[in-house]
């Protein structure tokens, strides 16, 4: 009687566990749209250890659209760059795929190597997909701005972080409105960028925030470090 007991409840648990719901996860999507032209008229992830599938379509040649990523020092920049396997898409040539360049914080420039075509299911979308290229590295800390050119017609889409969690995403040159003053992370002091002067000013009073133009209709502009 005590093996068929504990039998008995071995396949109750089993069966509990099968019944259970799955938690399925997928990239957080965020459309490039015809306002995001460079990077820093596109969205800012607020943390781009988060995942996100960043989607862009293109028409014709030399389009671009762009898009800014917020990352900690010693955090992991995860980027992939993917396309739908199914035809158009997968019968692109690779010669003829946009060009997607990554600005770092410190101002380096890495352009994106196209250098496999690894099948990946997305479960949630239950959507088959290609790897063409993808890597992994510490994170500088900063913003990084992410370019994308196109020399087609095309629709790619680039991935960038691990956590499968709901994550923020800040529109650019666009006020904050309902934001409690405080301390002001980098992700929201970048939606300051590309608006006017007068525009930036009456935000951040608004914000109560502090601020200083270091950069003026693309004219750097001297800071002191005592003001």
Known sequence: MKVRTKSLVTLLVIATVLM???RVYAHQPVDLGLKNTTADQGPILADATVSFAIRANFTKANQTRGFRA?????ELLNFEYLIIDKAPENKYAMS????????????KQVVVKLNERTTFFEPYSRTSYL?????????????????IK?????????AIGQQEIRGEVLAAATCLTGRA?????????????????SAASECAAKLNWQFRIGAEDAALLLIHKDH
């Open 96 to 107: 003829k795929l946009p060009i997607a360049t990554i600005t770092y914080p410190s101002g």
């Open 181 to 197: 003053a405080g301390d002001i992370s980098i992700g929201e002091a970048a939606t300051l960028v590309g608006m006017s002067k």
């Open 20 to 22: 259970q719901p799955q």
């Open 150 to 158: 196109s020399k087609s017609a095309a629709k790619i889409t680039v």
């Open 131 to 147: 790897y063409l290229g993808r890597f992994t590295e510490t994170a500088e800390a900063g913003i990084y701005k992410i370019s």
């Open 70 to 74: 917020v990352l900690k020092a010693s």
